[in-house]
């Protein structure tokens, strides 16, 4: 089964098929919606897919995080049939379905939020679910403004590319909305030099208290945002002591804190959320977004809060055709149930632990290889120069090196010198080793060209 399969590359990629797919591509869509990979999926399955040509791609980005149960999981797909064969839609301002209801509850019980009894909506995409997390909390608390961080990514609609750190997300495309103040994100492998782990974390509570005088009086402030594990930014994992003290600084001035587990959720982190750990830790989020693998590839996204901060929202402000479709929402139950009936969150932090200690010997002998870092399967390599500055050529001829031998990486961080691993969960040991071996001749082959 395809699934079963290691990467085997047959053609010159693009092959001949792809060629002509990527050219019809070239002519009938945006330049501005990027791409770099020279592939064309035919099908998938598993950690795997196939291109037009036949050639066998192992693949360790997982379109960014959406496919932690793999590609085509039968159980998923026959959810979708059965409930393609009911109906597709039902919008929920006119008619109720029952999926959107069972899928609301069963995240109602999972979703670690400090309130206990808890409500669901849904919406179709991340940068979706974020926009209504500022709406909701800017209707619960009637407070304006909202406490982004440097390297945050949050979509690219608006509003969420106004709460994006990379200004090339949104050049040119402004004016863009008010009321969005940024933080320093605790970047431990570059804070501030000779500070230890403690006074780096206090340098940047500080630093996010300034903003308290410098950009918006704290009673003006609706939420703190943050990802637990920022992806885009560099596979930066949130620390223990600074999310507790930001959950301090939420409770002493009535600030919501809200949790972005749009690329982190969905058992990557070794628990079904990073805010789980939060929880175990006494400092729990009070809103959690969540899309990417939550439905295994259909378009959904989700908020779920305590019932009384959805108790000021106005009725009729949230909502929309499409969000929480029928067939996302059979998807997204199965997607569930999957990853706890089979224990897919403790398999990801078993294979994080034997990939990052593979990592780390590495390190040994490659300097360029100046962290590794993350939580569970949320892995980022951060590749430097000799003085520690960031490396992204390197990691490009990386990358490019993988693809040539069918392993699909991604870069992340905002120097773009950070590898990012987002393999699906259910990868086999074989994958897991071939990717490896695969990763290492990369990294060996670009650092001999290397002069930096
Ligand atoms: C943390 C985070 N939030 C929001 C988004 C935006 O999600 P979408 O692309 O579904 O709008 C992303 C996408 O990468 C993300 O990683």
Redesign the pocket.
Known sequence: MLKDELPSIKTDLPGPKAKAIIERRLDAIPDAIACIYPCVIKRGEGAIFEDVDGNIFLDWVAG??VLNIGYSNPEVVKAVCAQAQDYFHAMPNIVTHEGYIALAEKLNKIVPTKEQKRRTMFVN????A?ENAVKIARGATGRPNIIVFSGA????TLL?ATMTAKKAYYHGLGPMPDGIYRADYPYMYRAPKGFSQEEAINYYIDRLKALFEEASLPTDVAAIVA?PVQ??GGFIPAPKEWVKAVRRICDVNGILFIA?E??SGFGRSGKMFVSNYWQEWGCPPDIV?M??SIAGGIPL?AVTAGETIFSNVVKGTIGGTFGGNALACAAALKVIETLESQNIPVKAKRNSEKVFSIIKEWQKTIYQIGDIRGIGCMMGIEFIKKDKSPNPLLVKEIINNAMKKGLIIEVAGSYGNVIRILFPLVITEAQIDRGLEIFKSSIDEAVKNDRA
């Not at 995409?125 to 979706?128: D, L, P, R, V």
């Not at 990514?153 to 690219?156: V, Y």
């Open positions: 960014v995080g995409s991340g940068a979706e974020i990514f949050h979509g690219r969420a990802e992806g885009e972005d749009v690329q977004t899309a990417k996204g």
